[in-house]
């Protein structure tokens, strides 16, 4: 029994010796301060600022940890030269959607509708526009009632070069009708083109185009206003997602440009995904339409496509002011505005947009914007028409017939510098920073490194080598 307590009193002795050697040895500065000490006050010091600076240092190592695993992000905003860029695609509309003389017979033939509909709100044009889309040769008789590309652009000019008509492209717009896509890079017949390059920051070295937003007298009652509508874009959006610049007729309109490229970290930085340009990345049939409809991914463009979906399946029909992407006819009669209105409650009042459509749509981390500036001065004057209609040139086509230049608008479309501005994301603690202002804290505070963490290894083998050796022992 004395044997047993003599050997258990070496075993605590020798494990005291080693943990005290270890302590004393140690590189941190508070510890073996503390045990070397033989001056009770000194002790007493070391041991009130040892507790102090631990308690320090534990709170500076949360803060850091929180920090990084906020994943906050430092946002830069640069000013890049550039002297090799391209230019915007542009697409024009008139901002009426019945305009010709085909539009008159068929408006003639349902006119008995027309006092039944509020024109504050333009119904009978809605309910017109109705019944083309519910027509099964919609195809054909959406480009006849609307404008030509021929009566629509009067005169198009780039960089002082005549543009060549035939790279312009046909799109159809839902709300405006018959529109006309410039310098997307492919032409009417669906071939590829060049695109034209940014020759300068000069409204001369731009795009000028001159419209003719004229629309039949007989059918003018179904629109108070007139004029056409420009949307500059960028090539892989499309035009119907993007607000466009109102032209008035007998007003030039100036709009000079400035871009801006965003970029953005993805998860866990942010709620943006990083292979959006991906079409297989998702298999969300909501993430599919979007391709599906000729452009780039663009998450408001799906939202649009969410909201449509919706009001598709609940009142079987669609609204001309979202992405169109089914054979349901549109929302014009009173039932099926009333339903279009409780579905817009729905959404409004719950949170649906962000529970149903987010998950289908993930956001994009890169994009690109236009920041436009405009400026309008009057266009035409009695002699300059006379002069017009005198002028009897090769490219004097459309002026074949008498010009009123009260239907006539002009827009030039430039750069407004060379250069463009770009915001970029970059963490704002990286896993390297997180270790530097850990090391940093500690040996700042508590004297140790990264090494110090060796003499705790060094402690546990001894500690394991005298347990071995007493067991040896015993």
Same mark, same amino acid.
């Given at each position: 029994?004395?044997?047993?307590e003599?050997?258990?009193?070496?075993?605590?002795?020798?494990?005291?010796?080693?943990?005290?050697?270890?302590?004393?040895?140690?590189? &941190?500065?508070?510890?073996?301060?503390?045990?070397?000490?033989?001056?009770?006050?000194?002790?007493?010091?070391?041991?009130?600022?040892?507790?102090? &600076?631990?308690?320090?240092?534990?709170?500076?190592i949360?803060?850091?940890?929180?920090?990084?695993?906020?994943?906050?992000?430092?946002?830069?905003?640069?000013? +890049?030269?550039?002297?090799?860029?391209?230019?915007?695609?542009?697409?024009?509309?008139?901002?009426?959607?019945?305009?010709?003389?085909?539009?008159?017979?068929?408006?003639?033939?349902i006119?008995?509708?027309?006092?039944?509909?509020?024109?504050?709100?333009?119904?009978?044009? *809605?309910?017109?526009?109705?019944? %083309?889309?519910?027509?099964?040769?919609?195809?054909?008789?959406?480009?006849?009632?609307?404008d030509?590309?021929?009566?629509?652009?009067?005169?198009?000019?780039?960089?002082?070069?005549?543009? =060549?008509?035939?790279?312009?492209?046909? +799109?159809?717009h839902?709300?405006?009708? =018959?529109?006309?896509? %410039?310098?997307?890079?492919?032409?009417?017949? !669906?071939?590829?083109? @060049?695109?034209?390059?940014?020759?300068?920051?000069?409204? #001369?070295?731009?795009l000028?185009?001159i419209?003719?937003?004229?629309?039949?007298?007989?059918?003018?009652?179904?629109?108070?206003?007139?004029?056409?509508?420009?949307?500059?874009?960028?090539?892989?959006?499309?035009?119907?997602?993007?607000?466009?610049?109102?032209?008035?007729?007998?007003?030039?309109?100036?709009?000079?440009?400035?871009?801006?490229? +965003?970029?953005?970290?993805?998860?866990?930085?942010?709620?943006?995904?990083?292979n959006?340009?991906?079409?297989?990345?998702?298999?969300?049939?909501?993430y599919?339409?979007? #391709?599906? =409809?000729?452009?780039?991914?663009?998450q408001?463009?799906?939202?649009?496509?969410?909201?449509?979906?919706?009001? %598709?399946?609940?009142?079987?029909?669609?609204?001309?002011?979202? @992405?169109?992407?089914?054979?349901?006819?549109?929302?014009?009669?009173?039932?099926?505005?009333?339903? +279009?209105?409780?579905q817009?409650? *729905?959404?409004?009042?719950? !949170?649906?947009?962000?529970?149903?459509?987010?998950?289908?749509?993930?956001?994009?981390?890169?994009?690109?914007?236009? /920041?436009?500036?405009?400026?309008?001065?009057?266009?035409?004057?009695?002699?300059?028409?006379?002069?017009?209609? /005198?002028?009897?040139?090769?490219?004097?086509?459309?002026?074949?017939r008498?010009v009123?230049?009260?239907?006539?608008?002009?827009?030039?479309?430039?750069?407004?510098?060379?250069?463009?501005?770009?915001? !970029?994301?970059t963490?704002?603690?990286?896993?390297?920073?997180?270790?530097?202002?850990?090391?940093?804290?500690?040996?700042?505070?508590?004297?140790?490194?990264?090494?110090?963490?060796?003499?705790?290894?060094?402690?546990?083998?001894?500690?394991?080598?005298?347990?071995?050796?007493?067991?040896?022992?015993?």
């Amino acid at each position: 029994m004395k044997t047993q307590e003599g050997n258990e009193n070496k075993l605590w002795t020798k494990l005291k010796q080693v943990v005290l050697d270890a302590i004393l040895s140690s590189t &941190s500065h508070g510890l073996p301060n503390i045990f070397r000490s033989t001056n009770v006050v000194i002790r007493i010091i070391w041991i009130s600022f040892t507790l102090i &600076s631990a308690s320090y240092c534990v709170f500076n190592i949360i803060n850091c940890l929180i920090k990084y695993f906020n994943y906050e992000v430092t946002t830069k905003t640069r000013l +890049y030269n550039e002297y090799k860029s391209v230019f915007p695609a542009v697409t024009v509309c008139n901002v009426n959607f019945f305009t010709s003389e085909n539009a008159v017979e068929f408006i003639k033939s349902i006119e008995d509708q027309k006092f039944t509909k509020n024109p504050f709100e333009d119904s009978f044009e *809605l309910y017109a526009k109705g019944i %083309i889309e519910n027509s099964s040769n919609f195809n054909q008789v959406r480009q006849n009632v609307g404008d030509s590309k021929e009566k629509l652009i009067v005169f198009c000019m780039y960089s002082r070069k005549a543009c =060549n008509m035939s790279w312009i492209r046909y +799109y159809y717009h839902s709300i405006y009708g =018959n529109c006309f896509n %410039i310098n997307s890079g492919i032409d009417e017949n !669906d071939n590829k083109v @060049p695109i034209f390059p940014a020759v300068g920051p000069k409204r #001369f070295l731009g795009l000028r185009l001159i419209l003719n937003v004229s629309v039949a007298e007989e059918i003018k009652f179904l629109k108070g206003n007139m004029g056409a509508q420009v949307i500059i874009h960028n090539k892989t959006e499309s035009p119907f997602m993007i607000e466009g610049i109102f032209l008035s007729p007998k007003t030039e309109t100036n709009i000079a440009l400035t871009r801006t490229f +965003y970029s953005s970290l993805p998860k866990p930085y942010s709620s943006c995904e990083s292979n959006t340009n991906d079409k297989n990345a998702y298999q969300s049939e909501l993430y599919k339409l979007v #391709f599906e =409809n000729g452009f780039g991914y663009n998450q408001i463009m799906c939202v649009g496509f969410c909201i449509q979906r919706l009001i %598709i399946r609940n009142c079987k029909c669609y609204q001309a002011n979202l @992405p169109y992407f089914s054979n349901s006819p549109p929302c014009v009669s009173p039932e099926q505005k009333i339903c +279009y209105e409780e579905q817009i409650k *729905l959404i409004s009042g719950t !949170d649906y947009i962000e529970d149903v459509c987010f998950k289908e749509c993930p956001l994009e981390c890169e994009g690109m914007f236009f /920041e436009k500036t405009t400026s309008t001065n009057q266009f035409s004057n009695e002699e300059w028409i006379k002069y017009l209609q /005198e002028y009897n040139g090769s490219d004097s086509v459309y002026f074949n017939r008498t010009v009123n230049a009260d239907h006539l608008t002009a827009v030039n479309i430039y750069y407004e510098r060379r250069s463009y501005f770009a915001i !970029d994301e970059t963490p704002s603690m990286i896993f390297t920073d997180l270790l530097s202002s850990i090391g940093g804290t500690a040996g700042l505070f508590l004297g140790i490194s990264f090494l110090s963490l060796v003499e705790i290894v060094e402690l546990l083998i001894q500690l394991f080598l005298v347990f071995k050796n007493q067991n040896k022992v015993g």
